[in-house]
């Protein structure tokens, strides 16, 4: 461990400012930040989990996760570099990390993802027909392997068809789980002054006639425009762009904030290639799906623990709005004044 220094104030709500930009499952935002004397606490906040799309509370953690390398980026954007423990108190489940400043250079890669943070969105729209090219994928696969996660592009024409085929049956399934349409309908219709949910200026409708099988999630209203689909082609899925899967060998809570961070990792440095990202994470939350994904498409015992589709925009693709985010005086928790116990 290196030694621990001591940060401004303002650099720390800064990194925090852009740490809460992070992605996160319905754009829940489900955490709280806790700032100590040379250390900022990231907690999982419970009253935001979604409880009938995300049993497992796997979206909760990726979620967090991906808040947490958000923060780490933003530090090394002001050249700090930080130290992370991940699940510091054994006694608390919902305290996942503790950051703490410290001396030294943070590391170069994640200096230069700091600019790409207010850049980044999720891009639902249909990608350009041009793919990737495989140089770029690989170096996603290597960023991902660097925060202890695996990425698998599935580009093999009979595994992309069972992978878009599980993707399909996740969504169909799910619509009929009981409290999913509920949570969806809550988190698409947000007050404004709420600052989270999914707005629809940044959801696209499936096209008109369309009698394809859906692979995307299906949010609602629907304002964000996009390319008609060609006829007698797939609405979501025939362009050029590549599904990976996001896998750890575990499945713990620590693989799981590992995960998100590899997921930043990945969504941040395609957006700092100009290309567009889309976390899908359905086919994990639904068992029988994920199950698909591990034996059908992936046939490994590693665990899956997002989708994540990647491709160029499609020509002429407006700029996609803003999704808003609640301030930071809404995820701050105070700083614990009680007394130690014994004390
Ligand atoms: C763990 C996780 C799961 C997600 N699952 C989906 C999904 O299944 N479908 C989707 O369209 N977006 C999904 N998203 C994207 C969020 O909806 C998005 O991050 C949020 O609305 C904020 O928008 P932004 O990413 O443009 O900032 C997911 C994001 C995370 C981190």
């Known amino acids: 461990?290196?030694?621990?220094?001591?940060?401004?104030?303002?650099?720390?709500?800064?990194?925090?400012?852009?740490?809460?930009?992070?992605?996160?499952?319905?754009n829940t935002q489900p955490w709280r930040w806790r700032i100590r004397p040379g250390a900022v606490e990231l907690h999982a906040d419970r009253f935001r989990h979604l409880a009938a799309t995300d049993p497992d509370r796997r979206d909760l953690q990726l979620s967090c996760g991906a808040a947490l390398h958000h923060l780490r980026a933003a530090f090394a954007g002001t050249d700090v570099a930080c130290d992370v423990d991940l699940l510091p108190d054994p006694e608390n489940r919902f305290h996942l990390a503790?950051?703490?400043?410290?001396?030294?250079?943070?590391?170069?890669?994640?200096?230069?993802?700091?600019?790409?943070?207010?850049?980044?969105?999720?891009?639902?729209?249909?990608?350009?027909?041009?793919?990737?090219?495989?140089?770029?994928?690989?170096?996603?696969?290597?960023?991902?392997?660097?925060?202890?996660?695996?990425?698998?592009?599935?580009?093999?024409?009979?595994?992309?068809?069972?992978?878009?085929?599980?993707?399909?049956?996740?969504?169909?399934?799910?619509?009929?789980?009981?409290?999913?349409?509920?949570e969806l309908q809550r988190w698409t219709h947000r007050p404004t002054a709420a600052q989270d949910g999914v707005p629809a200026a940044n959801v696209s409708a499936p096209p008109i006639g369309t009698s394809a099988a859906l692979v995307q999630r299906q949010f609602g209203p629907a304002g964000l425009s996009r390319a008609p689909a060609r006829p007698g082609h797939h609405p979501d899925v025939d362009d050029g762009a590549v599904f990976l899967v996001l896998l750890t060998v575990g499945d713990s809570t620590v693989e799981r904030v590992r995960a998100g961070q590899a997921t930043s990792a990945v969504l941040l440095t395609a957006t700092g290639m100009g290309l567009?990202?889309?976390?899908?994470?359905?086919?994990?939350?639904?068992?029988?799906s994920r199950l698909r994904l591990r034996r059908d498409v992936l046939g490994v015992a590693d665990q899956p623990q997002l989708v994540i589709r990647v491709g160029w925009p499609a020509a002429g693709a407006a700029p996609l709005p803003d999704v808003p985010r609640r301030p930071l005086s809404a995820v701050l928790v105070e700083p614990d004044t009680r007394r130690p116990r014994g004390a």
């Open 1 to 26: 461990m290196s030694d621990t220094i001591l940060v401004g104030a303002a650099t720390i709500r800064a990194a925090l400012e852009l740490a809460v930009r992070a992605p996160s499952v319905h």
């Open 98 to 182: 503790t950051v703490r400043p410290v001396a030294g250079a943070p590391e170069p890669a994640l200096r230069r993802m700091a600019p790409w943070i207010t850049r980044r969105r999720t891009d639902r729209r249909r990608m350009s027909r041009r793919p990737a090219p495989p140089e770029l994928l690989d170096a996603l696969v290597a960023r991902a392997g660097t925060e202890g996660a695996r990425l698998v592009p599935v580009v093999e024409p009979g595994k992309r068809a069972v992978l878009l085929a599980a993707l399909a049956e996740a969504a169909t399934l799910q619509r009929t789980h009981p409290g999913y349409a509920a």
């Open 276 to 288: 567009a990202t889309t976390p899908f994470s359905q086919a994990v939350e639904v068992h029988a």
